[in-house]
């Protein structure tokens, strides 16, 4: 058995999900950053929960040859560390074509650290509160409301948008990434069922149970909501929400909270959306509840459009200093 690693701001605390190993390295100092592999939030639950930036790529940017996939169509590879500076110093470093693996993009690879990263006048942001704040609790609203209010002085245009419904991405991520890690683990299971965890062996069972009519609904629904986020972004450079409407979960309540039906709605409606769609994002650091556990809010771009979430997280970190904090067991 494989058990978590350790919070290093409280023992007791969530670290995020499979990348928490990396997010936690990175929070404790343990290294300047580290790989994250992110399919339905596994870079940014890590990087909010442990306080450290993390830096989610377009579908295809970063190349997956060397990791073991869970859903090759939903499957980023992305940096995780301090600062979005060194995020995107880490993505030039990794990104770009790779003839290992054919799906990795073969568009050029900018320099994700050049360009004025002290004003963001002009730079067009799309808010969508009643999408950010429905259901998200009040010191996570007060974070994002904060970032808000940061992203504006330093120049943006707020820009109200509306966000497509996420419901149905949502509810379909389950069985579609079941089907795609049914695929991905068919040499192996169910030969080996033994060796299965119970988490993992649901997913591919349900993969495998999931009829070819209901799996193309599913599809269908992820090109209607890639559609849908293509024409909001017409309109805006970025889109600002939450990463999790939770502040700063437990464990234990984490483990409560899987035995909601609502569960996934409300935990994947900021996550899980983005890599359906494919679109990269950018977690950064946003505040501290009163218990002094780290909150964060996320930035998400248009396809290849990394150099804008760079840009607007080194500006965003020149008047925040969060991610400079260092946790008490670093």
């Not at 770009?96 to 693996?101: C, H, I, K, Q, R």
């Not at 004003?119 to 409301?145: H, M, S, T, W």
């Not at 464990?251 to 996550?271: G, S």
């Amino acid at each position: 058995e494989i058990t978590a690693p350790l919070n290093p701001w409280d023992a007791s605390a969530w670290t995020g999900v499979s990348s928490s190993g990396s997010g936690v390295a990175v929070a404790a100092a343990l290294c300047h950053g580290a790989i994250g592999t992110d399919t339905g939030g596994s870079i940014r639950y890590p990087a909010v929960a442990n306080g450290v930036t993390g830096l989610k790529p377009t579908w295809g940017r970063v190349s997956r040859h060397g990791a073991f996939e869970l859903a090759a169509s939903l499957d980023h590879l992305g940096p995780m560390a301090r600062s979005a500076a060194d995020c995107g110093l880490m993505l030039g470093a990794i990104a770009g074509a790779d003839p290992l693996d054919p799906t990795a993009l073969p568009a050029p690879v900018p320099d994700y650290l050049a360009g004025d990263a002290q004003r963001l006048d002009g730079l067009r942001i799309g808010i969508d509160e009643d999408y950010a704040l429905e259901g998200a609790e009040p010191e996570v609203a007060r974070a994002f409301q904060d970032a808000v209010r940061s992203f504006a002085g330093l120049g943006a245009t707020l820009v109200p948008v509306r966000m497509p419904p996420v419901a149905a991405v949502v509810a379909g991520w389950v069985p579609h990434c079941g089907v795609e890690a049914a695929v991905a683990h068919a040499d192996t299971w169910p030969a080996r069922r033994a060796e299965y965890g119970p988490m993992l062996a649901a997913l591919l069972e349900t993969g495998l149970a999931l009829s070819a009519a209901d799996y193309q609904r599913i599809l269908l629904a992820r090109a209607e909501f890639t559609g849908r986020m293509q024409t909001l972004m017409a309109g805006v450079d970025l889109l600002l929400t939450p990463v999790i409407p939770f502040a700063a979960p437990s464990l234990a309540r984490i483990a409560a909270l899987r035995t909601e039906p609502d569960y996934r709605q409300r935990l994947q409606r900021f996550t899980v959306p983005f890599d359906m769609s494919g679109q990269p994002t950018l977690t950064l650091p946003a505040g501290f509840t009163p218990e002094g556990m780290p909150l964060g809010v996320q930035l998400v771009a248009g396809a290849l459009r990394e150099d804008r979430l760079v840009r607007a997280g080194r500006a965003f970190q020149t008047v925040s200093d969060w991610h400079t904090r260092r946790p008490p067991m670093a």
